[in-house]
């Protein structure tokens, strides 16, 4: 069983302000950001999988510490990518978890709420309804037929997912 996992930011554990996302508090955040995959992976291997690749999939996409990452997983870093947030994902997996996500631009009291880049994106709809990342990369999964097992984030992305 292979599992595919999108890994931002903001959703992450600890992380409540952008100031969390600067300086020592990024560095701090990173270190979190890492457990929580790390806690995925274990979930995922626990359940039988076999193969699990990581996406570090916020800004840079250099957050993840590799040093600290659960070394049964393999991990793409960095960018640019051309499917960015699901680079690497195709048919061949069985499941794809989003890990640190967060809810889209302007939902509610979402913690760090934005779709994609907020000083740029005001809102995305798709045939008429509202959609954020997890909307916009379920999407991508579901073009490779492959299901989204896991959204990881505050409650207000809980209800969006
Ligand atoms: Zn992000």
């Given at each position: 069983m292979k599992i595919y996992i999108s890994v931002d930011m903001?959703?992450?554990?600890?992380?409540?302000?952008?100031?969390?996302?600067?300086?020592a508090g990024y560095t701090r955040m990173c270190k979190l950001l890492t457990q929580d995959v790390n806690a995925a992976i274990a979930g995922a291997f626990a359940a039988g999988a076999t193969e699990v690749l990581v996406n570090d999939a916020h800004?840079?996409?250099?957050?993840?510490?590799i040093e600290e990452l659960d070394e049964r997983a393999s991990l793409i870093s960095g960018s640019n990518k051309?499917?960015?947030?699901?680079?690497?994902?195709?048919?061949?997996?069985d499941a794809v978890f989003f890990v640190g996500y967060h809810a889209y631009e302007?939902?509610?009291?979402?913690?760090?709420?934005?779709?994609?880049y907020g000083g740029a994106v005001t809102e995305i709809k798709r045939n008429g309804e509202v959609v954020g990342e997890t909307a916009i990369n379920a999407g991508i999964a579901g073009a490779y037929g492959v299901p989204v097992a896991l959204v990881v984030g505050d409650d207000v992305l809980c209800r969006e997912a």
């Amino acid at each position: 069983m292979k599992i595919y996992i999108s890994v931002d930011m903001e959703g992450g554990t600890g992380i409540a302000s952008a100031k969390h996302m600067r300086d020592a508090g990024y560095t701090r955040m990173c270190k979190l950001l890492t457990q929580d995959v790390n806690a995925a992976i274990a979930g995922a291997f626990a359940a039988g999988a076999t193969e699990v690749l990581v996406n570090d999939a916020h800004g840079s996409m250099t957050n993840i510490l590799i040093e600290e990452l659960d070394e049964r997983a393999s991990l793409i870093s960095g960018s640019n990518k051309q499917l960015l947030q699901m680079e690497g994902l195709d048919a061949s997996f069985d499941a794809v978890f989003f890990v640190g996500y967060h809810a889209y631009e302007g939902n509610a009291d979402g913690v760090m709420n934005h779709t994609i880049y907020g000083g740029a994106v005001t809102e995305i709809k798709r045939n008429g309804e509202v959609v954020g990342e997890t909307a916009i990369n379920a999407g991508i999964a579901g073009a490779y037929g492959v299901p989204v097992a896991l959204v990881v984030g505050d409650d207000v992305l809980c209800r969006e997912a």
